[in-house]
Antibody, heavy 120, light 108 residues
Framework: QLQLQESGSGLVKPSQTLSLTCAVS??????????WSWIRQPPGKGLEWIGYIYPSGSTYYNPSLKSRVTISVDTSKTQFSLRLSSVTAADTAVYYC????????????WGRGTLVTVSS | EIVLTQSPGTLSLSPGERATLSCRASQSVSSTFLAWYQQKPGQAPRLLIYGASSRATGIPDRFSGSGSGTDFTLTISRLEPEDFAVYYCQHYGSSLFTFGPGTKVDIK
């Protein structure tokens, strides 16, 4: 059974960089059949897709966040990561990692999410 | 960029009633790229429907999806207590994903 688990700092100061990692277990992160995504949800609001990465390292980002986002993958550690720079209070959200199957166009497995608060 | 609009924002119904949720795209999209999720408080979203009308593994048959072009519908034939939640539609296009704002189904 595939499992995804987010981890990282729960509190980030404004203007600093948010860093999260998603550990993948139960399947190979190196499979070319899947890509690995980050999605966030501000408290009481809807879902916002951030971006995804293929095991090859190719990335696609939400245009509204593209200038601040970096997603990377470490296949040897079966994990992928999110970095979001120059954060503000508007970046406070629950951050989810999720799997997207190539050719399937939806997210079939999700982590439980981790709350990141931006505050001084 | 495709924009998804969901209506109504909130749907107040009683258990056993039928729920009809709408998702409208700002331009015509392929049904292949339209999915629905259910989210309960404190939980991650759960995939319900993909390809506009195919149920995901383990999803009860009271959930059904339909539609084409710009108008898509999620129907819950008879609401069970565990169905009261927020529902999101999602589109994939040009290597990008978009979510609708959600419809909350609450108990009347």
């Amino acid at each position: 059974q595939l499992q995804l688990q987010e981890s990282g700092s729960g509190l980030v100061k404004p203007s600093q960089t948010l860093s999260l990692t998603c550990a993948v277990s139960g399947d190979s992160i190196s499979s070319g059949s899947y890509s690995w995504s980050w999605i966030r949800q501000p408290p009481g609001k809807g879902l916002e897709w951030i971006g995804y990465i293929y095991p090859s390292g190719s990335t696609y980002y939400n245009p509204s966040l593209k200038s601040r986002v970096t997603i990377s993958v470490d296949t040897s550690k079966t994990q992928f990561s999110l970095r979001l720079s120059s954060v503000t209070a508007a970046d406070t959200a629950v951050y989810y990692c999720a799997r997207y199957a190539s050719g399937k166009y939806y997210f079939d497995y999700w982590g439980r999410g981790t709350l990141v608060t931006v505050s001084s | 960029e495709i924009v998804l609009t969901q209506s109504p924002g909130t749907l107040s119904l009683s258990p056993g009633e039928r729920a009809t949720l709408s998702c409208r795209a700002s331009q015509s999209v392929s049904s292949t790229f339209l999915a629905w999720y259910q989210q309960k408080p404190g939980q991650a979203p759960r995939l319900l429907i993909y390809g506009a009308s195919s149920r995901a593994t383990g999803i009860p048959d009271r959930f059904s999806g339909s539609g084409s072009g710009t108008d898509f519908t999620l129907t819950i034939s008879r609401l069970e207590p565990e169905d009261f939640a927020v529902y999101y539609c999602q589109h994939y296009g040009s290597s990008l994903f978009t979510f609708g704002p959600g419809t909350k189904v609450d108990i009347k």
